[in-house]
């Protein structure tokens, strides 16, 4: 499976994006997708996950802010973000897995990352 990242950019606080991960190369649909991301000078960090039926996973301080969802037809899974705060400004990775722990760093595939700044 390969995985593509896309979506970051620069924004205000309190605003929003939208981040892509397109895979390629087998049964997406079948896979469980996370996002992860990491801040400078920080390990990486889980943010959200969901599952091959669409159950839904997120870290304690995006619940309510962040929302992940795919689109298995467009092998697409995406994380819609609210409410930006600086302190999410990091690298946003995309993972794949068909059978990993869900908060785990073991996912089997990765994408290439994609920054995304909140300002304040």
């Known amino acids: 499976v390969q995985l593509q990242a896309s979506g970051g950019g620069l924004v205000q606080a309190g605003g929003s994006l939208t981040l892509s991960c397109l895979a390629s190369?087998?049964?997406?649909?079948?896979?469980?997708v996370a996002w992860f991301r990491q801040a400078p000078g920080e390990e990486r960090e889980f943010v959200a996950a969901?599952?091959?039926?669409?159950?839904?996973f997120y870290e304690g301080s995006v619940k309510g802010r962040f929302t992940i969802s795919r689109d298995n037809a467009k092998n697409a899974v995406y994380l819609q973000m609210d409410s930006l705060k600086p302190e999410d400004t990091a690298v946003y990775y995309c993972?794949?897995?068909?059978?990993?722990?869900?908060?785990?760093?073991?996912?089997?595939?990765w994408g290439q990352g994609t920054q995304v700044t909140v300002s304040s």
């Open positions: 993972a794949a897995d068909a059978d990993v722990g869900i908060r785990s760093m073991r996912y089997a595939y």
């Open positions: 969901i599952t091959w039926i669409g159950r839904q």
């Open positions: 190369g087998s049964t997406f649909s079948d896979y469980r």
